[in-house]
T-cell receptor, first 115, second 111 residues
Framework: GAVVSQHPSWVICKSGTSVKIECRSLDFQATTMFWYRQFPKQSLMLMATSNEGSKATYEQGVEKDKFLINHASLTLSTLTVTSAHPEDSSFYIC???????????FGEGSWLTVV | DAKTTQPPSMDCAEGRAANLPCNHSTISGNEYVYWYRQIHSQGPQYIIH???NNETNEMASLIITEDRKSSTLILPHATLRDTAVYYC????????????FGAGTRLAVHP
């Protein structure tokens, strides 16, 4: 199957700073990528849909100025958590639609801890 | 997208078949049934998907009822490594359709 890779796997940052998480499709081109957040013992919550070359579409209640998404190429989407606070600590997961158009593949996830 | 209902948890003995049910009574004719699983602290893993015919791959089998209102994911010989949360999701295939996760079924495989 297709491979989606995230980097970093985990990151610790100080409150008030910004942190960037990368999502790459390694062996296929992805015009559409998705970003999720997951708190402990909860299900995945969709944050936004990232489309190559255009602005991301955010789900209701997600602050687009706080969670900046850039999808500059067909293999890379980035999520930047700006002015991070401890409540932003979470497991962030990206996914990408495969070239068959039918299957969505997920990255390994990135743990963010804001101290 | 149609809503799905899954039992919150299930147990299975190692080596036995695990049968995970999913109800999707409001599914429309062009919506697919997808199954993913999430092992603790990892990203979800694609398992299988189908429209109306039964499907089988190296991981599992998907049985969809004739009226398409429910389906069952079958892991033929469960191992301890199959312990995970299993998600049944119904969506239109392709385009910009997005996966919305419910609570899923927490499957515990025990020795």
């Amino acid at each position: 199957g297709a491979v989606v890779s995230q980097h970093p796997s985990w990151v610790i940052c100080k409150s008030g700073t910004s942190v960037k998480i990368e999502c790459r499709s390694l062996d296929f081109q992805a015009t559409t990528m998705f970003w999720y957040r997951q708190f402990p013992k909860q299900s995945l919550m969709l944050m936004a849909t990232s489309n190559e070359g255009s602005k991301a579409t955010y789900e209701q209640g997600v602050e687009k100025d706080k969670f900046l998404i850039n999808h500059a190429s067909l293999t890379l989407s980035t999520l930047t958590v700006t002015s991070a606070h401890p409540e932003d600590s979470s497991f962030y997961i990206c996914s990408a639609r495969g070239q068959d158009g039918n299957t969505i593949y997920f990255g390994e996830g990135s743990w963010l801890t804001v101290v | 997208d149609a809503k799905t209902t899954q039992p919150p948890s299930m147990d299975c003995a190692e080596g036995r078949a695990a049968n995970l049910p999913c109800n999707h009574s409001t599914i429309s004719g062009n919506e697919y049934v997808y199954w993913y699983r999430q092992i603790h602290s990892q990203g979800p893993q694609y398992i299988i998907h189908g429209l109306k015919n039964n499907e089988t791959n190296e991981m599992a089998s998907l049985i969809i009822t004739e009226d398409r209102k429910s389906s069952t994911l079958i892991l033929p010989h469960a191992t301890l490594r199959d312990t995970a949360v299993y998600y049944c999701i119904v969506i239109l295939s392709g385009g910009y359709n997005k996966l919305i996760f419910g609570a899923g079924t927490r499957l515990a495989v025990h020795p």
